[in-house]
């Protein structure tokens, strides 16, 4: 994570901890797929005590960061915030959605995601963001009992539930057979949904999906997204982040614009 922030992040999302120390799903849980990422890790984690010491070198080093959490229960995933806010995040990310875990269904329901989100804002006073999930039947139905609840802002989107046979051996590839989809493949499908939800919430959107190029970040700019994150286009190399923000920049300045914030949903939306 600190060298991720010393390649140009501005800011470092974790990998998403819970309550207790997980193992996560045997292998295979990993695999590439029409030049996306398939994985079925299965939420592996150290649990949130262990994880803190972790996060608590990256504070000394000043550098911004925010903690995805998860849990089964309203009470588990407040008992995940209570303890990740000793280690001072800028923010926590609620995890709602992995799609090939047991919190898969969270995001899907409009009642569920509200009652999660109640539950940790009540518990604590930062930030709080839901990541929400594309292969819910209505993702701004969503997004809207998340702000109502109140969330900070929305992440969108995380994995695309997938799925890969080995037309030798007539079987998933993945052990767990199901796994989440990310990388280019998914980046349509995440502009679609920030798209859609920047034109009914009135609280930031963070984009997620696929970007591997400033123009990726550029378009999800203008479909509604505050901000970017990127997670599969680190496995070509760090230098992405510093690739993407200078060809950002130059995009800018070519266009007449001074900063980011005035793209922001410039193609359509609120």
């Given at each position: 994570?600190?060298r991720?922030?010393?390649?140009?992040?501005d800011?470092?999302?974790t990998?998403?901890v819970?309550?207790?120390?997980?193992?996560?799903?045997?292998?295979p849980?990993?695999?590439?797929?029409?030049s996306?990422?398939?994985?079925?890790?299965?939420?592996?984690?150290?649990?949130?005590?262990?994880?803190?010491?972790?996060?608590?070198?990256?504070?000394?080093?000043?550098?911004?960061?925010?903690?995805s959490?998860?849990?089964?229960?309203?009470?588990?995933?407040?008992?995940?915030?209570?303890?990740?806010?000793?280690?001072?995040?800028?923010?926590?990310?609620?995890?709602?959605?992995?799609?090939?875990?047991?919190?898969?269904q969270?995001?899907?329901?409009?009642?569920?995601?509200?009652?999660?989100?109640?539950?940790?804002?009540?518990?604590?006073?930062?930030?709080?963001?839901?990541k929400?999930t594309?292969?819910?039947?209505?993702?701004?139905?969503?997004?809207?009992?998340?702000e109502?609840?109140g969330?900070?802002?929305?992440?969108?989107?995380?994995?695309?539930?997938?799925?890969?046979?080995?037309?030798?051996?007539?079987?998933?590839?993945?052990?767990?057979k199901?796994g989440?989809?990310s990388?280019?493949?998914i980046?349509?499908?995440?502009?679609?949904?920030i798209?859609?939800?920047?034109?009914?919430?009135?609280?930031?959107?963070?984009?997620?999906?696929?970007?591997?190029?400033?123009?990726?970040?550029?378009?999800?700019?203008?479909?509604?997204?505050?901000?970017?994150?990127?997670?599969?286009?680190?496995?070509?190399g760090?230098?992405?982040?510093?690739?993407?923000?200078e060809g950002?920049?130059?995009?800018?300045?070519?266009?007449?614009f001074?900063?980011?914030?005035?793209?922001?949903?410039?193609?359509?939306?609120?």
């Amino acid at each position: 994570m600190a060298r991720v922030a010393r390649k140009g992040a501005d800011v470092v999302v974790t990998k998403s901890v819970g309550l207790e120390p997980r193992k996560g799903y045997p292998g295979p849980n990993i695999t590439v797929s029409h030049s996306g990422l398939l994985n079925a890790v299965g939420l592996t984690n150290p649990g949130i005590d262990s994880f803190l010491d972790e996060l608590r070198i990256l504070k000394r080093h000043n550098i911004p960061f925010v903690i995805s959490v998860f849990g089964r229960t309203e009470k588990e995933i407040s008992q995940v915030a209570r303890i990740a806010v000793e280690a001072e995040p800028s923010a926590l990310e609620l995890n709602l959605s992995c799609p090939h875990a047991e919190i898969s269904q969270i995001a899907h329901s409009t009642k569920l995601t509200g009652d999660f989100v109640s539950a940790v804002k009540d518990t604590v006073s930062i930030p709080v963001f839901a990541k929400l999930t594309p292969n819910a039947s209505d993702i701004v139905a969503v997004g809207l009992a998340a702000e109502e609840a109140g969330a900070d802002a929305i992440v969108a989107i995380n994995t695309v539930q997938g799925m890969k046979i080995d037309i030798t051996q007539k079987a998933p590839v993945l052990a767990n057979k199901v796994g989440g989809l990310s990388g280019p493949p998914i980046f349509p499908v995440a502009v679609r949904c920030i798209y859609d939800l920047y034109h009914a919430v009135s609280i930031p959107i963070i984009g997620v999906g696929g970007v591997s190029t400033w123009e990726d970040a550029v378009e999800m700019h203008l479909a509604g997204a505050s901000a970017i994150q990127i997670g599969t286009a680190t496995l070509r190399g760090l230098d992405v982040f510093a690739d993407i923000q200078e060809g950002v920049e130059e995009y800018l300045v070519r266009e007449g614009f001074s900063k980011t914030s005035e793209i922001v949903g410039l193609a359509g939306g609120n």
